[in-house]
Structures are given as structure tokens and as C-alpha cells.
């Protein structure tokens, strides 16, 4: 009697379990699985986890029944050493996030080194390759910015701990350094310029001439590096392997370029200069201003020796006064001013202003023809300047100097 009870509360038992896992674990016709479905219906993909899936998918994973303030992970996996938490050779995760909520995540990988034991090597948050046996298109990631009407973008990455404002809609957005070691295609670069970013606006006072001067340009050619500290080579963190190392390049050495313009090198983690070349742009401009007073001084001077105008066939003296460019210009300590007074001006000054119209200094000239008046850098702070010559009361004519210190 007693081991029929006992066969029969077996029975009992095994059919409550049977209908626990019946409740839990659904198999359709086809041998498709379903886990914990939702409804009666018979699961659709491989294997369905909380939803029926689709045909067209072998797995799938839905999350349902959590608040949307609260962490749901369709599918988590953590991977410790050199193990691979989740590893597809094809069609690998399709990921999807929908709902009401401040952040949605549609597939999220992370990878920690700090387990015991596993002090060095590689992290790797998503991983995506392509094998060489395809013969279309293969992309190891792709990010679309797509059926949005707010700001986004396809690729985010960051060295900061986690996302960010984006202003607009990018196919990729990078905040902190970014480093490509191949060549980089663009249409157009457009650097940030906008002067409401900008504090302490000066002008540029420095002799930029004598340091281009200075600068000597080259022509070179790449090549591998060994690391000082285990003599490896390290030219993979710096050239890709399609680099062509025959190819004939032009520029600067950094070294050289960092003693005349320190704030244009920059130095990597790993002790390796670079130059900011975009930079030099205005540095160049500079030049070429200088380049045109200095012109302009020379054509002073060949107007000084011969003081008559260039047009007046008659040789005979101007009618009316004139005003040449100062020479030198730049200038450092002292510079002169040329100019010429007609018989018919009865008096003549030659005024210097600052660029906000302030008179600085006034030069009376006595004599008549040609003449000079030599101007010294004085208590001039360096900067541009304007000097003028008066004749009667009137303006002649108004040009520019520079004081550079």
C-alpha cells in the first residue's frame, strides 16, 4: 500500500513538473523552441525567448515586463580572459530598441580587463570583421542615420566615460584625439573657428618672417620604427598595412619646427611629434602682408630718388604733396617716413594715430621738396599704426606701419 502511494505521488509530481516546463518550454511542429512565450502561439524562429520570433530569424531575444527606467538586456553575456561572450560567423545579432523611455540601446557590448589575472592585452567593447571570401561589399560595423528627425549620428566614439550632446546629424561624431594611420579622403575640412569660442584674440606681433626663414622644408619618405624599451616594430600604430613606403612626401621635421613654433607640435603618448600644418596657414598670411609692405617700401624708395610722378612726361615737380610708405616696414626701433611738399603748401604735419583714431605724435615739417621724418619705436607698444600727412589742413593721404618687439 505504501508503494502505491508513493508511485502515486510521483506521478503527481512529475506531471506538475512536466507542466511547469510545458508552461515554460514550447516545441512547434517544425522544431522550432520557444521559451516563456508570451501566448499560445507556436514559436516562429530556432529558438524564441520571450517572443515568437520571426522566420527569417534563428534567434531571438525580447525583454518585456521591466519598467523603462530600470535595465533590460535582451542578451548579456560577460566574457573574462580570451573568451568570447557572444561569437556569430553570419547574420550574427539583429538588435532593436523601441518604447518610451531616455535611452535606448539597440546592442551593447562592453569588455572589462580588470579581471584577476588579466592585466594586458586587448579589450574589445563590439567587434566586427569581414572575411576575405566575399566577393560584394562587406562591412565589419555600419551605423545609418536614418528616419530621424533630431540630431544623431551613425558612429559615436569617445575617450570620455560616456556619450554625448550631439548638435546635428553625422554619419560619425568623435569627441576627444582621434588618430588615423592611412591616408584620409575627404571633399572639404572645416576646422572650429567661431570667435565665440575663442579668448585672448591678439594679433600676431611676432617677426614671422625670420622663422619661415628659419624653417626648412623637405622631401622624404616613410619608414618602419623599432620601439626603444623591446625593440618591436611599432610603424602598425602609426601606417596601415597598404602604406606605400616608395611614395615621396613633403613637410617639416617636427623637432625643427617646435623650436621656432612651439605651440604647433604636438607630442602623442608614446613620445612621437607631430605638426599641426593647418595652423601655419595664418602664419603664412603674416608673411605675405609683411611681404606686401615691404613691397610697397620699395616702391617708396624708387619714388624718393625720383620724386616727380611716374606719369608727368614734363619732369616737372607735383602739383600737390605726397605721402610713401615708411621703410623699414616692419620695423623694431626706428623707421622713416618719406614724402614730398609742394611750393604751393604753405603748412605740413605728419601725424601718427593708433587704430582707434587717437593721435599718438605730431611731426611739423619746415622745409619744402623732398624730405623725411625719422619716427622711433619710443613707448609704442607693438602693433599696427596709422600716420598721416596734413597739408593745409587737409588730408593728403593715410598709411599703415607696423611695430613688431
Known amino acids: 500500500m505504501k508503494t502505491k502511494i508513493r508511485l502515486f505521488t510521483t506521478l503527481i509530481i512529475v506531471y506538475a513538473f512536466l507542466s511547469s516546463v510545458n508552461a515554460q518550454l514550447r516545441v512547434s511542429s517544425a522544431g522550432n523552441v520557444g521559451i516563456c512565450l508570451p501566448d499560445t502561439a507556436a514559436p516562429l524562429s530556432l529558438l524564441a525567448v520571450g517572443n515568437k520570433g520571426k522566420t527569417n530569424s534563428r534567434f531571438s531575444v525580447i525583454q518585456t515586463g521591466k ?41 551593447s557590448g562592453y569588455a572589462n580587463n580588470t579581471y584577476s589575472g588579466f592585466s594586458s592585452g586587448r579589450a574589445i567593447g563590439v567587434y566586427g570583421a569581414v572575411g576575405k571570401s566575399l566577393s560584394g561589399w562587406g562591412y565589419g560595423v555600419v551605423g545609418l542615420m536614418t528616419q530621424s528627425t533630431g540630431y544623431g549620428t551613425g558612429i559615436f566614439g569617445t575617450n570620455e566615460a560616456s556619450e554625448s550632446y550631439v548638435g546635428g546629424r553625422y554619419a560619425g561624431y568623435f569627441k576627444g584625439e582621434t588618430k588615423v594611420n592611412g591616408d584620409f579622403y575627404c571633399n572639404s575640412i572645416t576646422t572650429t573657428s567661431d570667435a565665440r ?44 598595412d597598404d602604406t606605400d613606403y616608395d611614395r615621396l612626401h613633403y613637410g617639416f ?83 622713416k617716413i618719406a614724402y614730398f611738399i609742394p611750393n604751393n603748401i604753405k603748412n605740413a604735419t605728419l601725424h601718427i594715430y593708433d587704430l582707434n583714431g587717437s593721435l599718438l605724435a605730431e611731426y611739423p ?3 619744402l621738396g623732398e624730405g623725411s621724418t625719422m619716427v622711433s619705436s619710443g ?17 593728403v593721404d593715410t598709411k599703415h606701419m607696423i611695430l613688431t618687439k
Open 365 to 367: 615739417i619746415t622745409s
Open 253 to 335: 621635421i617636427a623637432q625643427d619646427v617646435q623650436k621656432l613654433f612651439p605651440n604647433l607640435v604636438h607630442e602623442d603618448a608614446d613620445g612621437y611629434l607631430g605638426v599641426n600644418y593647418m595652423e601655419l596657414i595664418p602664419i603664412l598670411v603674416q608673411a605675405i602682408q609683411t611681404l606686401s609692405y615691404e613691397l610697397e617700401s620699395l616702391n617708396a624708395i624708387s619714388k624718393i630718388q625720383s620724386p616727380y610722378r611716374q606719369d608727368n612726361m614734363s619732369g616737372s615737380e607735383p602739383s600737390q604733396a605726397v605721402l610713401y610708405q615708411n621703410i623699414p616696414n616692419p620695423f623694431t626701433i626706428d623707421t
Open 379 to 395: 613707448t609704442l607698444d607693438a602693433g599696427m599704426y596709422l600716420y598721416a600727412l596734413i597739408a593745409d589742413g587737409q588730408v
Open 67 to 107: 519598467s523603462a527606467s530600470s535595465a533590460q538586456y535582451g542578451i548579456y553575456s560577460e566574457l573574462t580572459f580570451q573568451t568570447l561572450g557572444i561569437h556569430s560567423s553570419i547574420s550574427s545579432i539583429y538588435g532593436t530598441a523601441s518604447g518610451k523611455c531616455n535611452k535606448l540601446v539597440g546592442v
Open 197 to 240: 569660442f575663442k579668448t585672448n584674440i591678439t594679433e600676431v606681433r611676432e617677426n614671422v618672417m625670420q622663422k619661415l626663414q628659419a624653417l626648412h622644408p623637405i622631401q622624404f619618405n616613410w619608414q618602419q620604427v623599432k620601439d626603444e624599451h623591446n625593440d618591436t616594430t611599432v610603424e602598425k600604430m602609426y601606417f596601415s
